[in-house]
């Protein structure tokens, strides 16, 4: 059974700084691609930022560039999303996606059919 396990979310103030962590189990880590999305209710899906198997692949939302690093750790099978710089414009559920197509431009519409597996997501808030 495929584990998606997203952590680090939280409330914190503009300009501050968090970290999530998504653990992936139950699939060939280094052979997937994953990324970042975020959803405020009553909003479509949205890209945050993706990682293709190189971890030099990556694509970011422009909201998010220069502010958030994605990186994977294909030993501990975990994803990661540095976040700095926070505003309240970045508030949302954060969800954690695999997909073994690694279609960068298909994975970047945040469509829930363009990945083949997502976490139950870890929810941040930045109060301003």
């Known amino acids: 059974e495929v584990q998606v396990v997203e952590s680090g979310g939280g409330l914190v103030q503009a300009g501050g700084t968090l970290n999530l962590s998504c653990v992936v189990s139950g699939l060939p880590f280094a052979d997937y691609c994953f990324g970042w999305f975020r959803q405020v209710p009553g909003m479509e899906r949205e890209l945050g930022a993706i990682a293709g198997m190189d971890s030099d692949s990556t694509t970011y939302a422009d909201s998010v560039k220069g502010r958030f690093t994605i990186s994977k750790d294909d030993l501990r099978n975990t994803l990661f999303l540095e976040m700095n710089d926070l505003t309240p414009a970045d508030s949302a559920m954060w969800y954690c996606?695999?997909?073994?197509?690694?279609?960068?431009?298909?994975?970047?519409?945040?469509?829930?059919?363009?990945?083949?597996?997502w976490g139950q997501g870890t929810l941040v808030i930045i109060s301003s």
């Open positions: 996606a695999a997909d073994r197509r690694c279609s960068m431009p298909h994975m970047a519409s945040g469509d829930y059919y363009a990945m083949d597996y």
